[in-house]
C-alpha cells in the first residue's frame, strides 16, 4: 500500500462496556498499522487505557462526542466506527485507500447484520427530508461519486473515514442533532462544498445494533422522541436547499499529538474443526491466543444450520452445519462433502479478512483438500 496517511479512529460509546472492549480487541488485528484510537465515552477498559486518547462524558448527545473527538485527533484521516461493531481486519486499509485520490472527502463502506454474513446496509443515497434511497453498486469495486446537491450518497456512521481538512472546513457535527441523521447532515454539507465521496464494498463492519438509549435490545424504538426531533431539525434545515443555514458548532484543534495504537499484525489462522474436536481445539486456542495470532474457529457440524460469523474471546468463530446455508441465497439443504465445504467456507472467509494458515486436527484424512485451496494466494495447509 503506497497511500499511508496518520488516521485517527474515532469511537462514542455510552452504557456498553463489553461491546467497547469487543470492537477494540478486534482492532488490535487491523492490517493497517498507522492509526491512533480517539475514545469518548462512559468507560475505557483496563486493558485500553494508556493506549488510546480518551474522554470521559456521560452526555448523551452523539454529535457533541463526535466534535470532541475531532479535537483530539491527528490524523490526516477521521474513520468512525461504532462501539457494537465488529471490523473485518482489513477494513481500515481498504476504507482509507480511495483518499489517495486528494479530492476526495469522504469514504464509507457496507455493514452487516448481527449473523455476520447477511448485508444490513450497501450503497444508499438520501434526500432532503432524510429519507434513505438505496442503490445498486458493483459489489466488487470502490466507486467515487461527486458532490450532489439533491440527493447525495449516504455515509454509513459506523463505516465511514472523512478528510480532516473537510470535516474542519464545514465544522464538524450539528449539535442539535443528539443521535440520528448526525452524519447525514454533515455529508448533505460536505457536498455542498464540493467533495467527492467513495463507497468501498469491501470496507465492511458486523453491526450488532446493541440496546442504546432509542432502542432496546430486541431493536425495538424505546425513544421516538429522540428521533423525531432529528428529522425534523433535519427537514428544517435542509428542506430550502441552504445546507448552510444553522451551522455546526465553530470547531477547535488540540490534538497535535499522534499516539499509535499498537496492533498485533500477526498472521490470519484458521482452524479447522467438525464434532469430537473441542478438546484440541481449546488447546489450540488457548496458544495461539497467547501469541496474539488473528484467529478464526470454523466449526462444522453434521446438520443444516445456518452458518454464524462473532468475535469474542479475542477471537472469531465461523460456525454452522455441514448441509446448511452459509451464503443466504444457497440452497437450503445442500449434500456438501466435508473437504468440500471446509474449502468453500475459507474462501468466504478470505473475501472479508484474508486467510494466511489452515490448520486441520490429524483425526481424519484432509488429503482431498487440499487441491481446494490452491485458488487461495500464499495459502498455507498445516495438519497436525
Known amino acids: 500500500m503506497t497511500y499511508a496517511p496518520k488516521v485517527s479512529v474515532a469511537i462514542v460509546s455510552q452504557g456498553r462496556p463489553a461491546h467497547l472492549e469487543n470492537c477494540l480487541t478486534a482492532l488490535r488485528?487491523?492490517?493497517?498499522?498507522?492509526?491512533?484510537?480517539?475514545?469518548?465515552g462512559d468507560?475505557?477498559?483496563?486493558?485500553?487505557?494508556?493506549?488510546v486518547k480518551y474522554h470521559h462524558t456521560t452526555a448523551k448527545n452523539?454529535?457533541?462526542s463526535r466534535n470532541i473527538s475531532l479535537s483530539l485527533?491527528?490524523?490526516?484521516?477521521?474513520a468512525f466506527i461504532d462501539d457494537d461493531a465488529i471490523p473485518d481486519r482489513v477494513w481500515l486499509e481498504r476504507l482509507i485507500a480511495p483518499f489517495a485520490d486528494p479530492?476526495?472527502?469522504?469514504?464509507?463502506?457496507y455493514t452487516r447484520q448481527?449473523?455476520?454474513?447477511?448485508?444490513?446496509?450497501?450503497?444508499?443515497?438520501?434526500?432532503?427530508?432524510?429519507?434513505?434511497l438505496p442503490f445498486a453498486t458493483d459489489p466488487e469495486e470502490t466507486c467515487i461519486f461527486a458532490a450532489e446537491?439533491?440527493?447525495?450518497?449516504?455515509?454509513?456512521?459506523?463505516?465511514?473515514?472523512?478528510?480532516?481538512?473537510a470535516i474542519f472546513d464545514i465544522g464538524g457535527f450539528d449539535e442539535s442533532f443528539l443521535y440520528f441523521l448526525d452524519e447525514t447532515d454533515l455529508k448533505m454539507r460536505l457536498d455542498k462544498r464540493g467533495y467527492s465521496c467513495a463507497i468501498v464494498p469491501g470496507a465492511q463492519v458486523q453491526h450488532l445494533k446493541a440496546e442504546s438509549p432509542v432502542r432496546d435490545a430486541k431493536h425495538t424504538i424505546i425513544a421516538p422522541d429522540i428521533l423525531t426531533r432529528s428529522q425534523d431539525h433535519f427537514r428544517a434545515k435542509h428542506r430550502e436547499g441552504d445546507a448552510e443555514s444553522n451551522p455546526a458548532v465553530p470547531m477547535t484543534q488540540s490534538g497535535d499529538t499522534f499516539l499509535r495504537f499498537p496492533v498485533f499484525q500477526t498472521p490470519h489462522v484458521v482452524l479447522v474443526a467438525r464434532q469430537g474436536d473441542q478438546n484440541w481445539v481449546n488447546e489450540q486456542v488457548a496458544t495461539l491466543l497467547r501469541k496474539n495470532v488473528c484467529l478464526t474457529v470454523m466449526e462444522i457440524r453434521r446438520s443444516p444450520a445456518y452458518f454464524q460469523h462473532r468475535f469474542e474471546n479475542g477471537h472469531w468463530t465461523y460456525s454452522g452445519g455441514l448441509y446448511g446455508r452459509s451464503i443466504r441465497s444457497q440452497p437450503l439443504v445442500y449434500p456438501w462433502r466435508f473437504s468440500s465445504r471446509v474449502s468453500a467456507e475459507i474462501c468466504n472467509i478470505s473475501r472479508q479478512n484474508p486467510v494466511d494458515c489452515t490448520v486441520f486436527n490429524q483425526r481424519g484424512n484432509f488429503?482431498?483438500?487440499?487441491?481446494?485451496?490452491?485458488?487461495?494466494?500464499n495459502h498455507n495447509v498445516i495438519q497436525y
Open 62 to 64: 452523539i454529535s457533541a
Open 43 to 51: 468507560h475505557c477498559p483496563d486493558a485500553f487505557k494508556t493506549l
Open 367 to 377: 488429503d482431498s483438500i487440499l487441491p481446494c485451496l490452491s485458488s487461495l494466494k
Open 29 to 40: 488485528h487491523q492490517t493497517y498499522a498507522d492509526f491512533e484510537l480517539v475514545l469518548v
Open 114 to 132: 448481527r449473523n455476520g454474513i447477511s448485508r444490513q446496509w450497501g450503497a444508499s443515497r438520501f434526500d432532503r427530508s432524510g429519507n434513505d
Open 149 to 165: 446537491s439533491e440527493t447525495p450518497v449516504k455515509l454509513l456512521g459506523t463505516t465511514m473515514a472523512i478528510r480532516r481538512t
Open 73 to 78: 485527533s491527528a490524523g490526516e484521516i477521521i
Open 103 to 109: 479530492s476526495l472527502g469522504s469514504a464509507t463502506g
